[in-house]
């Protein structure tokens, strides 16, 4: 069974850009959640989607945007990019909302020159 | 709101000795709690999971902790390190059970000395 990925691994985008994240969880799994993970603030949670829905929401500026799709793929946008936003973001799926176990994947390594 | 805290930010041991890392939580609703670990460019896997029964969780590679509510502790800890166990530990808890929206600890490294 193909565990949680995500692509690109690796980006380098310029301030002012955006930039689109994807995450392809593991079959099966609807539920799909964004953190991002800093030297500066560890792993905050940007946000989770389940069945197309945005269930949850961090303390993330409206720059940051996401979706999913019927078949639980999801996307997170970057808009404006910041110095700041340089980050991993890491994707993390679970099979319904209640699931005690997420599964994650390796990680986008973002870096804004 | 729920918080946690672990203790040092870095943590030596000899292979073979005991492996201590602290985790300290505040919640205002009985916790579930979660230790993860992650390796250099990897994401984050599971070690073990506390939601609700016994209070010793045993997870893989050797790891446990134990759930002291009255201490709002969930310290990792494992008897022999080995090698491979070096890597950054990652404190968590969860209010609803589910380990979809997570608070994470600052993490600890962990480094295993020959």
């Known amino acids: 069974k193909a565990g949680v990925t995500q692509t690109p691994r690796y980006l380098i985008k310029t301030r002012g850009q955006q930039v689109t994240l994807s995450c392809s969880p593991i079959s099966g799994h609807r539920s799909v959640s964004w953190y991002q993970q800093t030297p500066g603030q560890g792993l905050q949670f940007l946000f989770e989607y389940f069945s197309e829905t945005q269930r949850n929401k961090g303390n993330f500026p409206g720059r940051f945007s996401g979706r999913q799709f019927s078949n639980s793929r999801s996307e997170m946008n970057v808009s404006t990019l910041e110095l700041g936003d340089s980050a991993l973001y890491l994707c993390?799926?679970?099979?319904?909302?209640?699931?005690?176990?997420?599964?994650f994947g390796q990680g986008t390594r973002l870096t804004v020159v | 709101a729920q918080s946690v805290t672990q203790l040092g930010s870095h943590v030596s041991v000899s292979e073979g000795a005991l492996v201590l890392l602290r985790c300290n939580y505040s919640s205002s609703v009985p916790p579930y709690l979660f230790w993860y670990v992650q390796y250099p460019n990897q994401g984050l896997q599971l070690l073990l999971k506390?939601?609700?029964?016994?209070?010793l969780v045993k997870g893989i590679n050797g790891f446990e902790a134990e759930f002291k509510k009255s201490e709002t502790s969930f310290h990792l800890t494992k008897p022999s390190a080995h090698m491979s166990d070096a890597a950054e530990y990652f404190c968590?808890?969860?209010?609803?059970?589910?380990?979809?929206?997570?608070?994470f600890g600052s993490g600890t490294q962990l480094t295993v000395l020959p």
């Open positions: 968590a808890v969860s209010l609803t059970g589910s380990a979809r929206q997570l608070t």
């Open positions: 993390a799926s679970s099979l319904r909302t209640e699931s005690p176990q997420a599964f």
């Open positions: 506390y939601t609700t029964g016994a209070t």
